[in-house]
């Protein structure tokens, strides 16, 4: 049997962990409120397989009326 003719294996990748809160905190004298997400993202091959992943931390103001983040770390 030829190696093109053995069945790929599909490997079982669980979902990408993400952790969600929201705070309040008073920054330059003005009130706000904000959600801190900490999450991490796959980076795939070029075979679609998962081979590296990184952790991020988002932090996005609430009803503030603008959509855009507070900062990313």
Avoid: C, Q, W
């Amino acid at each position: 049997m030829a190696d093109t003719d053995t069945p790929k294996t599909v490997k079982e990748v669980p979902p990408p962990t993400e952790f969600v809160t929201e705070h309040t905190g008073t920054l330059n004298g003005r009130k706000l409120k904000y959600r801190a997400r900490a999450g991490e993202t796959y980076i795939h091959d070029e075979n679609e397989e998962p081979s590296a992943t990184f952790l991020s931390f988002d932090y996005v103001a609430i009803n503030d009326g603008k959509d855009r983040p507070v900062t990313f770390a």
